[in-house]
């Protein structure tokens, strides 16, 4: 295994390694390494670490999305299912104009 004052930064090659990144297990300079969860780890590999999780939430995020729209297709659906049974119900005399011509409150 090289010895760490031998190695320069994979980034920066006129630059001395102050580190080993764990993730892809090349060396690094201060710039160039942080620490991340108790272990040092190049920026590359931190922002693969963080996007893992972004994406399974925006992957989860979608399909919430789509049982939120299919919720109010249903929601709709059933409204405008109750609105056409109640104006089935209607007499159709009513729309003939036939029941106003009617004194309704004698019968």
Request: include cysteine; proline fraction near 3%; charge should be positive.
């Amino acid at each position: 295994m090289p010895n760490l004052s031998q190695q320069r930064c994979f980034n920066h090659f006129q630059r001395e390694a102050v580190a080993r990144c764990l993730e892809c297990r090349q060396y690094f300079c201060r710039e160039c390494i942080t620490e991340h969860d108790d272990r040092s780890i190049c920026a590359a590999c931190l922002r693969k670490l963080l996007e893992r999780p972004l994406r399974r939430r925006r992957a989860l995020t979608g399909i919430f999305q789509l049982g939120q729209c299919l919720l109010g297709v249903m929601v709709l659906w059933f409204f405008f299912y109750e609105a056409g049974e109640k104006l089935l119900a209607v007499p159709a005399a009513f729309h003939e104009g036939t029941l106003w011509q009617v004194n309704w409150l004698d019968k």
